[in-house]
């Protein structure tokens, strides 16, 4: 069982390049998050689904985009990347509507803009 | 506003001492708390959560924390601190809505010297 599985680990981008980072969660959760960690900031919430076919904003949404065609995957994308978005991303996953449940998480990508 | 504090950046422990991390937090109708940790170039496990019952909650590694509504505070502790425990730790409050969003404290960095 993989859990939540992120891809790249790694990524070194330049000033108005794209990419996109992929979630796959195999623990049929309907909720699926994007967080952006920061030094001294915690975790934020970039955006958010909680079904297939559905997304919303979160927190920091500006300069990224989201979707979520199969519910087993969520894909955040960058479409001009700035230096301001190089951070450590993670996605994590739940059961939804269960509030009693926690998240559980990937082990990350560490995206760096020059 | 529905908020979580973490109001030390870092603490340190000599090993075999007792440890805290401090956490309070603020959110409008029954919260439901978490701890997480997290390990260098890792994603975020699950520690321990509060949803409802008795107070003192135990976790994952020897971890306890207790929940403390008039002080609205949900510090995790241990009794004998080792120098493995040494990571970054986040409480966590999960808000009941549509999303069932988690919001994340900034973090205390755990310090165990041997």
């Known amino acids: 069982n993989a859990g939540v599985t992120q891809t790249p680990k790694f990524r070194v981008l330049k000033t108005g390049q794209s990419m996109t980072l992929l979630c796959a969660q195999d623990?049929?959760?309907?909720?699926m998050y994007w967080y952006r960690q920061d030094p001294g900031m915690g975790l934020r919430l970039i955006h958010y689904s909680v079904g297939e076919g559905t997304t919303a904003k979160g927190e920091v949404p500006d300069g990224y985009n989201v979707s979520r065609l199969k519910k087993q995957n969520f894909l955040l994308g960058l479409e001009s990347a700035a230096p301001s978005q190089t951070s450590v991303y993670f996605c994590?996953?739940?059961?939804?509507?269960?509030?009693?449940?926690?998240?559980?998480f990937g082990s990350g990508t560490r995206l760096t803009v020059v | 506003a529905q908020s979580v504090a973490q109001p030390e950046d870092q603490v340190n422990v000599a090993e075999g001492n007792p440890l805290t991390v401090k956490c309070t937090y603020s959110?409008?109708?029954?919260?439901?708390l978490f701890w997480y940790v997290q390990y260098p170039n890792r994603g975020l496990q699950f520690l321990l959560k509060?949803?409802?019952?008795?107070?003192l909650v135990k976790g994952s590694y020897g971890f306890e924390a207790e929940f403390n509504k008039s002080q609205t505070s949900f510090h995790l502790k241990k009794p004998s601190a080792l120098v493995s425990d040494s990571a970054l730790y986040f409480c966590a409050v999960r808000l009941y809505s549509s999303a069932s969003k988690i919001i994340f404290g900034s973090g205390t960095r755990l310090s165990i010297r041997p």
């Open positions: 509060y949803i409802t019952g008795d107070n």
């Open positions: 959110v409008s109708g029954n919260p439901y």
């Open positions: 994590a996953s739940s059961y939804g509507g269960r509030v009693s449940y926690g998240y559980t």
């Open positions: 623990m049929n959760h309907e909720y």
